[in-house]
Every structure is written in structure tokens, then in C-alpha cells.
């Protein structure tokens, strides 16, 4: 199916993965909603809403730029209407806004379990309730959970981490079943290696050789965007997984370090990077 026209709403799009995403969705005709918190600019941290906003635009595609703090109801709310008043409708919702805390329960305090809850599972959870009933109304919709498929495994060494990630899978899961007769799907994705992106470079997980571009998570969700709903859900995607069996072959384009195929993680990142 054509994207062309078709409208997304993604969060934590200022910079990195979020930002990807939206240019690639821009490049294939989506007019794209960029929300984030960041409005001003910052040295210790790139990009704003207004940038990306800027960058869509260029591609010859609106773009409309909205503060929104997952974790703030109230924002959650002002954002998804000011966005649906601004272009009547949402097709796509990716929840890509994440926070991160890989450390042991001792060294969790419950401000750092709460604010992984807060950003990924609970944000999740606000966004799509917002945008769920435009979705149902309209007959027509794909809501994207960036998160792995609930494997506990890589649990160990960050288990607040996990539970606030593994709940977004669950909310696909669930939601998928919800809505199976509404032609919107809900459906969850995850990366087969690292990807290099704000987080793994300023928490210093790994470097080029273990990682791949941002750009193989885009091309993974157009794929996904680009079927109908009702054909398409309740999934926990592996990128490099999904691509093979959409045809995918070569993976090379991907690469951080062009001379070193980046080992396979999922959720379990300590096997490339030595620690959690």
C-alpha cells in the first residue's frame, strides 16, 4: 500500500532512531507529526522538534512540530489533538520515546524504576489511548511499539528496564486482539543488534563495529506501515528477521564499521557490549 499522504505520529523524534524514522517516512509521502520535549537547542544533546520539523519539510512533505512529555497526561492529550486538529487525521503512531536504565535492582532507586515505567510503558500506553479512537473512527490504522519480544533472557542486570519494555510488547499484544475487527494494528518491533544512536553513544554501549544504522529500523516499519491493518498484527518483530522474509537479502548498507558485521543481541546487549 502507498504511504503517500498518510499521516504519523512519532514521538521522540527530535534526534536518533525517532528522528530516522521520520525522514524515511517523509521520503515515501507521510506527512509527519514530531513529537518530543526538546524545543530549545542543546550542546550535550542535538536536535530539537523544530529541526526535524525543518528537515521533513525539505523532502517536500508538512511537518508539524509538538511538545509533548510522554509521561505528562495533559501533554499527551494537548499534543495527539493539536495534532489531529492540525491534519484531521492519524494513520501511524510510533512509540519510540525511551528511556534507559540498565543496573541491577540494588542499584535501581524507585525514581529511575519509575522513570522507565513512565517513558516507555506507561507513555506508550497514554499515546495510544489518545490516538486509538481517531484510528478506530477513521477504519484505518498501524500503532508501532519500539520493543522486543518478551524473552527474559536479557532480563538479568536490568530488570526494571525490561519490565517497562516488555509491557509495551504486551500492550501490542493485547490491543491487537481489541481491535481485530477495526482494520488498526498494533504491533511491536526490536532490533537485532545495536544501533548506534544518542543512548549507545553517550552511555558508551559499544562502538561501530557492534552496531548498525538507525536506517534498518525505518526500512523494518515502512514494510510493516506499508500492509493493510487487519492483514498485519499482533507481531514482535525482529528487524533483520522481518527483512528476510520480506525478501531482504543484503544487510551490509547497515553497518556502523563497514568491515564488521555487527553481532546479533536482541534484547540481551551485554553479549556485544561486555556490561549492562
Known sequence: MSLDGKVAFITGASRGVGKCLALALAR????????????????????????????????????FAVKVDVRDDASVERGT???????????????????LHWRAMTETPMKRFDLVMGVNARGAFACT?????????????????MSPPVDVVGAPGKVAYAISKFGMTLIAHGLAGEV??????????W????????????????????????D???????????????????????DEDFLRAEGVTDFTGYRCDPEHEPPKVGFDFKIAVGRV
Open 28 to 63: 515515501k509521502g507521510c506527512d509527519i507529526v514530531v513529537a518530543a520535549k526538546t524545543e530549545e537547542a542543546d550542546a550535550r544533546l542535538p536536535g530539537t522538534i523544530h529541526e526535524t520539523a525543518a528537515e521533513v519539510e525539505k523532502l517536500g512533505r508538512r511537518a
Open 191 to 214: 532490533p537485532a543488534t545495536m544501533i548506534e544512536s544518542y543512548a549507545t553513544i553517550n552511555f558508551g554501549l559499544g562502538g561501530p563495529a557492534v552496531w548498525r544504522k538507525a
Open 180 to 189: 481485530a475487527d477495526k482494520n488498526v494494528a498494533a504491533n511491536a518491533l
Open 216 to 238: 534498518i529500523l525505518a526500512d523494518a516499519t515502512i514494510r510493516i506501515f506499508e500492509k493493510e491493518p487487519r492483514s498485519f498484527t499482533g507481531h514482535a518483530l525482529i
Open 81 to 99: 489533538k493539536a495534532a489531529l486538529d492540525h491534519f484531521g487525521r492519524v494513520d501511524f503512531l510510533v512509540n519510540n520515546a525511551g528511556a
Open 129 to 145: 489511548v489518545a490516538l486509538l479512537p481517531a484510528m478506530v473512527q477513521q477504519g484505518y490504522g498501524h500503532i508501532l511499539m
